[in-house]
């Protein structure tokens, strides 16, 4: 693997060259901002470059698209008194001290943990919203599966986790992955990234036609991100 540089206006274009047997040069920006070339074998970099190099506004434009698509989430401390966000509603943070088996709950903007083990607060929250996340993320799913049925003839899996790098993603062959920190927005806001991803099985990037399927769809995506991004930030 190989990487090459070269200047666009007053941009400095970093990106990393595989060779392979194939016969034309592909060019893909991923998720993380990177850049991959694939060649073919023998390829002369001057040509590669110039194959390339015409496409550098698309480039910059994909990298400024993921990175407004990265999430932005405060640090917390889990200590009493900490708000905590779930469905898009804050609560604050209770801890009852208690010799029962630990446990957390939700009730009118308070959320409790119980536990005689105050060194794993963050242990516990965590393991909750995981479990809220795969019934919430599920159910949100089926729903926009029924009402918009051109996306069930896929065969569509849902997973979830932790990630600081995006709010999901989704496989050619259905694997959707939403970030489990979506728990703590409202529905609306998990229902345009799923959106977003059911797009991608129809156009695998974000290109013009993408933008103009997701807006088809969902023609207020572009206020429920901005929606998304304060509320999480």
Known sequence: MNKIQYKYGSKTIE????????????LRVF????????????????????KVKPKSKWVLQQQRTFELYKPFTTERLYIAGETHRYLGRQYKLVINHTKGKPCVKLSKGIMIVETNNTE???KYII????????????SILKDTLNEFPQFKKYNISLKHKFMKKRWGSCSTDGNILLNTELIKANKACIEYVIIHELCHLVVPNHSKDFYMLISKIL?????????????LA
């Open 31 to 50: 998720p993380e901002g990177n850049i991959i070339i694939t060649a073919p074998e023998n390829s002369d970099v001057e040509n590669i470059l110039e």
């Open 219 to 231: 023609p207020e995506w572009e206020k429920l991100k901005n929606k998304l991004e304060i509320s």
């Open 127 to 138: 393991n909750d919203y995981k479990k809220r996340a795969t019934v919430i993320f599920e």
């Open 120 to 122: 794993n607060i963050e």
């Open 15 to 26: 990106a990393e060259i595989v060779y392979s047997n194939r016969k034309t040069i592909d």
